[in-house]
């Protein structure tokens, strides 16, 4: 049996480019949080046992990141976990203003303040 090797290949490829996004936001967020704490990514890298490389690929998003490397990252840059992962996007566009947090009820602008205390980055 012959199975054509572009209709696999474009499937990959569309799966790569829905996940893509996720993990460039990781990268992203650990870029800046290296920056944040003063550390080169060589520093990172011999930190966690990666080399430099992946610390780049990783950052720009292009290399995958295994669950135990995750959270040696994280540990390395003493953050939790969830800290690395993208906020969820709000499916119509919406975001809460100041100008909008403020004309709302009170006990609805502090569930509000509440919940945007959660937020990172």
Do not use: C
């Not at 996004?21 to 870029?31: D, E, L, M, V």
């Not at 920056?35 to 780049?56: F, V």
């Not at 690929?57 to 990141?65: A, H, L, P, T």
């Not at 969820?88 to 009170?106: A, D, H, Q, R, V």
């Amino acid at each position: 049996m012959f199975t054509p090797l572009t209709s696999i290949n474009l499937y990959d490829i569309k799966l790569s480019m829905q996940t893509l996004p996720f993990y460039a936001s990781i990268g992203q967020r650990i870029q800046a949080f290296r920056k944040k704490k003063g550390l080169t990514q060589k520093q990172l890298a011999d930190a966690t046992k990666l080399s430099r490389t992946s610390i780049t690929n990783i950052e720009k998003g292009r290399q995958k990141i295994l669950v135990h490397t995750l959270f040696e990252l994280a540990s390395a840059l003493a953050i939790e976990v969830p800290t690395l992962f993208p906020e969820k996007e709000n499916p119509k566009g919406l975001s809460m203003t100041s100008e909008k947090i403020k004309k709302l009820p009170k006990e609805e602008k502090n569930w509000v303040m509440k919940i945007k205390s959660r937020e990172v980055i």
